[in-house]
């Protein structure tokens, strides 16, 4: 969780953010801005009076693990989740056990980054695959080894369910109900969910299943995104600002906070659009937009 | 339904396919062969010992509806669908009032062609909309309207769930449940569903709704095409040819079989690499793939 209210107006009165809204759940997933550094994520959410943020593997160990950690605690910046680990679906025991150990390097670099919340993207089918349930299957059977590392190291594993589009090549898991199954077979403060707007918002049965989260206290993650239309190709980078789309963002905040969810909301967008554009603009246009769109 | 076994001995007989496999219950989709004319897929399915094929509204209409059934007829063809009734999400009264008026131009023409089976894709949200369950329920309505007039025409309406990545822009109903749960609010003859691999092969919750869309004898088409990545900008145009992907085609034949469907195998691909192949081979290949993924 990041800071208190009281925090919050704190970085206001030092100038960050000037229409009084209140930003202190907000968290900025480093992949939105994927244009600047981690040096100029942290200096650019300072100014602008967010205090948390979602980091990605790759970009971390790059700048390095350790002074990522200390780069974000000389900012007094929180770090809400570390995406990701996963890909957990391959067939081949040698493919198998090099993904576990992967994961266990994930979960030692949440650790350092003094984050709880490592984000499982599952895998999807491997090659030639077609058996979806087998590959479920092992997703579960992973994370059975790795709850207890990741327990030991006070990180939790959320498994993202990711939209069906992903099924076959990124995420066999699909639904928040299809992640719930896998959560509940192991103790709540090991294993939770990831509720992504992006991911979920044309599920009617979304509703439900996040009340059964947070009624066990499963939400690890809330993360947010629009959905806009036409899909790119590939279908990876087309995710819409908030506001621009036609997800009933508010509606899911009210939701994931009547089931009892008190976390960050990360924004999470992948846009070559908003890349393109200058950093602080579109950092300033997140603030806004969840200002009138989330809140 | 299509010919018997003893029919399609006949066919196979006068020369159509050579490899002794039984083709009675494969019907192909014209959408999957748009490079043909209606003469042309007449012409090119006797050939191959069809006699089932879908049709789509547009190119009836250009031919002409008395006269694409008269074509039908003579060459001994049944029409087992056709696509496509719907986009009943309009929230605009004169809007939905014009889409309630092609729906009846639809059943008409569906009536003409003697086939009993009307897809209806449902429609996307209205712009700016956010509300999906109301649109969801304006599509229930909609059918509400249609259905007695369906029923005196001797068509069904077959609601077809589209795959989540369309429901924003083409169709609010993502699974086979959401379709049944509006399906069953009226009799079976007026109001059944479309089973479609292609949407909804991820879904671990289809194989429990077939089993209840069968025993409420819901099933009215049963399509197939496989899942194939990346997916093509749009997401409309990248279906798979049979056994080119990941679905388990054969897996889904047996459920609906199993579930007591006894209609026809719709093959329904979108691919622009099929439509700019010679027609006739593309045809031999689908009778083929359907022999070896399907049956």
Chains 1, 2 share one sequence.
Not at 148 to 169: F, T
Not at 180 to 196: H, T, Y
Request: proline fraction near 4%.
């Amino acid at each position: 969780m990041g800071g208190t209210s009281d925090e919050a107006g704190g970085r206001e009165s030092r100038g960050g953010w000037g229409s009084g809204g209140d930003l202190t759940r907000l968290s900025i997933n480093q992949e939105t801005l994927k244009q600047w550094s981690l040096p100029e994520l942290a200096a650019g959410c300072v100014a602008l009076g967010v205090d948390q943020v979602g980091l990605w593997r790759a970009p971390v160990q790059e700048y390095g693990v350790e002074r990522a950690a200390e780069l974000m605690r000389d900012n007094g910046l929180t770090v809400t989740s570390l995406c990701r680990g996963g890909f957990f679906t391959a067939s081949d025991p040698k493919e198998r056990a090099a993904a576990l150990d992967d994961n266990r390097a994930a979960i030692d670099e949440a650790a350092a980054l003094g984050t709880g919340t490592l984000v499982l993207v599952s895998g999807g089918l491997p090659a030639g695959g077609r058996d979806i349930a087998a590959a479920r299957e092992r997703v579960a059977d992973a994370i059975a080894v790795l709850a207890p590392y990741a327990a030991d190291h006070r990180v939790r594993l959320a498994i993202e369910p990711l939209h069906p589009m992903y099924a076959s090549d990124r995420c066999v898991i699909s639904t928040l109900g299809q992640a719930l199954d896998i959560a509940e077979r192991f103790p709540a403060a090991q294993v939770g969910v990831v509720v992504d707007t992006y991911h979920l918002w044309w599920d009617d049965r979304a509703p439900g299943q996040i009340v059964r989260a947070g009624a066990g206290g499963r939400i690890a993650c809330f993360q947010v995104a629009d959905w806009v239309t036409p899909l790119p190709e590939g279908v990876l980078l087309g995710r819409g600002q908030l506001g621009d789309g036609c997800v009933d963002l508010r509606g899911f905040r009210e939701q994931v906070d009547a089931a009892g969810y008190r976390g960050a909301v990360e924004v999470e967008i992948f846009s070559p659009a908003l890349w393109a554009r200058e950093g602080a603009d579109v950092a300033a246009e997140i603030a806004d937009r969840y200002l009138r769109h989330v809140c």
